[in-house]
């Protein structure tokens, strides 16, 4: 039985949430924070957890704060930022298109950004900051193409995904052709870059993802009612006052910028917006999208697997994206037998 609580402002406004998913999105921020701060802690130079509070909270001795708040800080957040990106954004895409393998990496999206940094380091040896944004137009060229070729009177289901994975096999061809081209240099940082890591992150990758994310998850959530309207169909969305149209195609759009912005932040790391959002609904036990619960799963998965990357592994740190793709492909695997076993594929 759910046990839901219902918050009322002195504007006459309400809000009726469950309680379960509250305890859960609680759970979730805690571990995050949590694994954050062992995170600051781990390297060549490790401080203790109390440490690492009291210098974030300015009582830190200069080395500390050097070491805590210019070289381990921003690579955490862009951590968090990028794995909420890719929780969200892997929520909008599986609610959309009402398909669990409905998420950006099935679908083309990383690859599609990955497509465009490629183009950079390879054809025009770029900088770091212009592989950046050949990242970001590359994921951005890629949704349009999907929503062009995917749209039929709407948008719907199994021909979006359908639609995604024909263009993930062309992205990915053309991805190949352009590692062929490419000289040595060229080619291992490319490599380098198409595994998904946080090495060397730094506060100019914090800003401008966390700009996007201060504009994209309000304007997600504002639409998180319409978004679960059209889960009950079309014609009951419409009959309930819902513009079905436009709050999907709003909402792909911005999956389509938080995809593309985290990919060209930290590359194309695998499978956080797939599992993400099934994690989060298995948690709550609750129906709908579950937007904010899988936001704070992807980044409390993402900080998680940096961690393991660094530390599970003896003397040998893996890039983040090794991690994720490795678990992720199990959890992939599984959901195929579970979806085989129910009869639904």
Not at 44 to 69: R, W, Y
Not at 195 to 205: A, K, M, N, P, V
Request: glycine share 12%; charged share 10%.
């Amino acid at each position: 039985m759910k046990t839901t609580l219902t918050l009322r402002t002195p504007g006459g406004l309400s809000l009726r949430t469950d309680v379960r998913a509250l305890v859960v999105v609680a759970a979730l921020l805690l571990a995050a924070c949590a694994a954050s701060v062992v995170l600051i802690g781990t390297g060549d130079f490790p401080i203790s957890f109390g440490d690492v509070l009291k210098t974030l909270a300015g009582n830190g001795t200069a080395g500390q704060d050097f070491v805590v708040n210019e070289l381990r800080l921003p690579r955490v957040l862009v951590g968090l930022l990028v794995g909420a990106s890719l929780g969200l954004g892997g929520a909008l895409f599986q609610s959309i298109s009402r398909n669990p393998l409905g998420s950006p990496d099935v679908l083309g999206l990383s690859q599609g950004a990955t497509s465009g940094a490629l183009v950079v380091i390879v054809l025009l040896s770029g900088t770091a900051a212009q592989v950046t944004v050949g990242a970001l137009a590359g994921g951005l060229v890629t949704g349009l193409a999907i929503h062009l070729l995917a749209w039929k009177q709407g948008v719907h289901g199994y021909r979006l995904v359908l639609v995604g994975i024909g263009v993930s096999a062309v992205v990915t061809a053309v991805n190949g052709y352009l590692l062929t081209k490419a000289d040595l240099v060229d080619a291992t940082r490319a490599v380098v870059w198409m595994t998904g890591s946080l090495d060397g992150r730094d506060w100019s990758q914090v800003w401008p993802l966390l700009a996007l994310c201060a504009v994209l998850v309000p304007l997600v959530l504002v639409n998180a009612r319409g978004l679960r309207m059209t889960e009950m169909g079309d014609d009951v969305s419409h009959a309930l006052g819902v513009r079905v149209e436009r709050v999907r195609t709003l909402l792909m759009v911005a999956a389509v910028l938080l995809t593309a912005a985290a990919t060209a932040a930290a590359g194309p790391v695998s499978f956080v917006a797939l599992t993400a959002p099934q994690l989060a609904r298995r948690l709550t036990r609750a129906p709908g999208p579950n937007l904010v619960p899988s936001l704070c799963m992807g980044a409390t998965l993402l900080v998680t697997a940096d961690w393991a990357a660094q530390r599970a592994f003896g003397a040998d740190q893996l890039p983040v994206g090794v991690v994720t793709g490795v678990l992720g492909g199990v959890y992939l695997l599984w959901l195929l037998v579970t979806e085989r076993r129910a009869g639904r594929i």
